[in-house]
């Protein structure tokens, strides 16, 4: 695994118009510098919940014969309206360690093994942060808690662990602010769903 990033060239892209959604940046970008070579890793920066571009700096790995001089090339080239700034980064930027590699790949695995619950009856006039951060501390106690998303009349906690969902379960009618909860288990494992098809599961199962 060393080896392979050791070969790999590592560059930063800016320029790109942010206001347009990420998929868009990214399909322009890979279209652009897939000529360049294999591209291993694009990050464009984003909001977690609501996938918003919240950066100006792209990040690429590139692997391939000459994939850095063909990158350089393209720095300060039209893409359809917005010139790119293209940066070769040191290997010392993105390099990772035996331990940072082990911490990922634990985070990743707990990730997609979580299980979830919906969380109603909090206070929605409070603000997204406030909310999360409060349901964060009220479920710390079932399990480790990998994700919280606040959504419109709802929200989305993420457990790994044992037993961590029925503990969960066990705090609906609990207060929080003033407010009663109402807390039920998702239907599916968290690693089945797309998030299209978590919206329709929540549909069927806890209408509004």
Same mark, same amino acid.
């Given at each position: 695994?060393?080896?392979?990033?050791?070969?790999?060239?590592?560059?930063?892209?800016?320029?790109?118009?942010?206001?347009?959604?990420?998929?868009?940046?990214?399909?322009?970008?890979?279209?652009?510098?897939?000529?360049?070579?294999?591209?291993?890793?694009?990050?464009?920066?984003?909001?977690?919940?609501?996938? *918003?571009?919240?950066?100006?700096? /792209?990040?690429?790995?590139?692997?391939? =014969?000459? +994939?850095?001089? @063909?990158?350089l $090339?393209?720095?300060?080239?039209?893409?359809?309206?917005?010139?790119?700034?293209?940066?070769?980064?040191?290997?010392?930027?993105?390099?990772?360690?035996?331990?940072?590699?082990?911490?990922?790949?634990?985070?990743?695995?707990?990730?997609?093994?979580?299980?979830?619950?919906? *969380?109603?009856?909090?206070?929605? /006039?409070?603000?997204?942060?406030?909310? =999360?951060? +409060?349901?964060? @501390?009220?479920? $710390?106690?079932?399990?480790?808690?990998?994700?919280?998303?606040?959504?419109?009349?709802?929200?989305?906690?993420?457990?790994?662990?044992?037993?961590?969902i029925?503990?969960?379960?066990?705090?609906?009618?609990?207060?929080?602010?003033?407010?009663?909860?109402v807390?039920?288990?998702?239907?599916?494992?968290?690693r089945?769903?797309?998030?299209?098809?978590?919206?329709?599961?929540?549909?069927?199962?806890?209408?509004?």
């Amino acid at each position: 695994m060393f080896e392979e990033q050791r070969r790999m060239v590592k560059i930063s892209v800016e320029g790109y118009d942010t206001s347009i959604p990420a998929v868009d940046i990214g399909n322009a970008l890979t279209s652009r510098f897939s000529s360049c070579g294999r591209i291993c890793y694009l990050d464009i920066p984003r909001d977690p919940i609501t996938n *918003v571009v919240n950066g100006k700096c /792209s990040f690429f790995q590139l692997c391939g =014969k000459g +994939a850095e001089e @063909k990158a350089l $090339a393209l720095d300060g080239t039209d893409m359809g309206g917005w010139n790119v700034t293209v940066k070769v980064l040191p290997h010392d930027d993105l390099e990772f360690t035996t331990d940072q590699l082990a911490a990922m790949s634990i985070s990743h695995f707990k990730k997609t093994r979580s299980e979830g619950v919906s *969380v109603r009856g909090y206070d929605n /006039s409070l603000p997204s942060n406030d909310i =999360k951060s +409060a349901l964060t @501390k009220h479920f $710390a106690s079932c399990g480790e808690i990998t994700d919280v998303f606040v959504l419109k009349r709802r929200a989305i906690i993420y457990f790994f662990g044992w037993h961590a969902i029925s503990k969960a379960v066990e705090l609906s009618g609990s207060n929080v602010g003033g407010c009663e909860l109402v807390v039920k288990a998702l239907p599916v494992p968290k690693r089945n769903l797309g998030l299209l098809h978590l919206v329709f599961l929540l549909a069927i199962y806890y209408p509004s």
